[in-house]
């Protein structure tokens, strides 16, 4: 009976596709029947970064060396100023399309679940927004990737262990060290034992600078965390 209803519902799915069909949010091109979120020719096109391969040895790893000890890196996707990455983004970050992230999650999570290293990762813990702006969003746009990436690797996700204060203030008048403070600040614990001793895999949107996410893995080695690892959707280094 269950079987049945599964293929009633994936049947009125696709005829509802195909009236009614959704665009592809990295191309905006129609997607066909069977696709979801993403086409094939985009997924295809995307420019995968394979860090994953080398988790201790790539261009993002490197970018914390000698700021933060980060176990693992690796980002899912260069960043492309007016391509495929830069409308996914802006779908999943201004658009309310959530499962953008959904998708790439699972894409990843499938991945990193076949490669021995990220076995080591215990809890996965997304880079926290202020409660006021995710309020205002509906949502944190890196929850939905984390969430997946966390099931594919059959490990304990969660949304209580950072936060993220309000901001004091303009930064750019401040030197460079008075900034970094600024930014260590913003982040803070609110759960500690579901990290106590474990290994974290922090998971934010975009790795720029680096500085969220450093700031966000000093909290997490402060506060008892074994280990830190960090993936991100997109890199724009």
Known sequence: MASLQLGLRTVYHDFLALLFPEDCK?????????????CSHCRIKLPYTNFHLTPS?????RVFWGRVPVQLATAYLKFQEKGRVQRLLHQLKYRGQ????????????????????????????PVPMHKAKQRQRGYNQVEGFAKEIALALEVPFSTDVLKKNATKGSQTSKNREARWEAMRQLYGIKNVAAITDKHVLLVDDVITTGATVEACAHVLLNNGAKAVSVVSIAYTL
């Open 57 to 61: 040895d790539n261009i993002v790893h």
């Open 26 to 38: 990295a191309c905006g091109g129609e997607l066909a029947v069977g696709e979801t979120v993403i």
């Open 98 to 125: 959530e499962e953008v992230g959904n998708v790439l999650g699972q894409w990843l999570g499938t991945e990193l679940s076949t490669q021995a290293d990220f076995k080591a990762v215990e809890v996965v813990v």
